[in-house]
C-alpha cells in the first residue's frame, strides 16, 4: 500500500528565509507526486506536479520540489518566503494501479514578519 | 469561471440527525471526488464518480455514508444517522480527467461538527 510522511507538522519560519517542507512516501509501484496548499478559508490548490521527465519540478509562487527516487521524497522549497506563503500544505501521491490521491497529514507554515 | 462549491460551508448536528453536503462540480467535469479530513489526520479518499456512476466507493467508511450524483452534474454526500466520529472537513474535487494527468479542482470543504 502507498503512504505519505510529511515529517514536520509545523514549520515557522521569518519572512524572506528559506523553507523547506519535507515529504517522504512508500510504494511499490510507480507513483506521480503533488503538493497542494490551503490558504486559511479557501480550498485545496495545486502547487505542482511531479508526473515523470525532470526531476526538479517549478510551480506557482516561486516554489519548486525535487522528486529523489532512491530516497522516496519529494520535498517542497522556496528560497525566500512572504508572509502570504502562510498556509498549509500538503504532499501526495496517486498510485498508478489506483489512481487516487493519497495524502500526507499536512504541514502548516507559520511565515513570521 | 466558476470553481468547485460546496455548501453548507459549515453544519452542526446533534448525534443520530441527518445532514445532507452538496457539491457543485465545475462544468464540464465529469470526474467528481470526495475526501474527508478527520480533525489531526490526514485527508482521505471517500469516493470517485464518473458522470453519474460510482466509479470507486472503496473509501466510504460504513453504510451511513450515501453520496449521489443524479443526472452527472452535482452530487451529495448524505450521513444518516450522524455519529460522533464523522465529525470533520469534507472536501469536494473535480477533474476533467480521471488519473494523475487529471487536475483536481477542490472546493472549500464543509466542515461537519457532530455534537
Known amino acids: 500500500a502507498q503512504s505519505v510522511t510529511q515529517l514536520d507538522s509545523q514549520v515557522p519560519v521569518f519572512e524572506e528565509a528559506p523553507v523547506e517542507l519535507r515529504c517522504n512516501y512508500s510504494s511499490s509501484v510507480s507513483v506521480y507526486l503533488f503538493w497542494y496548499v490551503q490558504y486559511p478559508n479557501q480550498g485545496l490548490q495545486l502547487l505542482l506536479k511531479y508526473l515523470s521527465g525532470s526531476t526538479l519540478v517549478k510551480g506557482i509562487n516561486g516554489f519548486e520540489a525535487e522528486f529523489n527516487k532512491s530516497q522516496t521524497s519529494f520535498h517542497l522549497r522556496k528560497p525566500s518566503v512572504h508572509i502570504s506563503d502562510t498556509a498549509e500544505y500538503f504532499c501526495a501521491v496517486v498510485s498508478s494501479n489506483t489512481g487516487k490521491l493519497i495524502f500526507g497529514q499536512g504541514t502548516t507554515l507559520q511565515v513570521k514578519p | 469561471e466558476a470553481g468547485v462549491t460546496q455548501f453548507p460551508s459549515h453544519s452542526v448536528i446533534e448525534k443520530g440527525q441527518t445532514v445532507t453536503l452538496r457539491c457543485d462540480p465545475i462544468?464540464?467535469?465529469?470526474?467528481l471526488y470526495w475526501y474527508r479530513r478527520v480533525m489531526g489526520k490526514e485527508i482521505k479518499f471517500l469516493l470517485h464518480?464518473?458522470?453519474?456512476?460510482?466509479?470507486?466507493e472503496s473509501g466510504m467508511p460504513n453504510n451511513r455514508f450515501l453520496a449521489e450524483r443524479t443526472g452527472g452534474t452535482y452530487s451529495t454526500l448524505k450521513v444518516q444517522p450522524a455519529e460522533l466520529e464523522d465529525s470533520g472537513v469534507y472536501f469536494c474535487a473535480s477533474s476533467k480527467l480521471a488519473g494523475p494527468t487529471g487536475e483536481l479542482f477542490f472546493g472549500e470543504g464543509s466542515r461537519l461538527t457532530v455534537l
Open positions: 464518480f464518473v458522470k453519474e456512476s460510482k466509479q470507486d
Open positions: 462544468s464540464g467535469h465529469d470526474n
